[in-house]
């Protein structure tokens, strides 16, 4: 995670390298000081479709895709 500054404003970003599934999901940054506190969330996605293809004894495919809910 890095962060710059302008002034009072600051951002942070958050870089995943190499991200697998387990990296999807919902993440949040807290910030706190004497002038009190603040929270935002962001919520990563994949930008490719996730699925898994299993094979069966008469060579048909089946895909079965991975849905994330965060619930």
Do not use: H, P, W
């Not at 390298?17 to 940054?29: A, F, K, L, P, T």
């Not at 000081?33 to 996730?50: A, E, F, H, I, P």
Request: proline fraction near 0%; charged fraction near 20%.
């Amino acid at each position: 995670m890095s962060i710059t500054s302008q002034g009072y404003k600051y951002t942070a970003i958050l870089r995943v390298r190499n991200m697998s599934r387990e990296d999807i999901g919902s993440y949040y940054c807290y910030a706190e000081n004497s002038m009190g506190s603040t929270r935002d969330d962001v919520t990563v996605y994949s930008k490719y479709q996730l699925y898994s293809v299993v094979s069966y004894s008469d060579n048909r495919l089946l895909r079965i895709f991975f849905v994330y809910d965060n619930n």
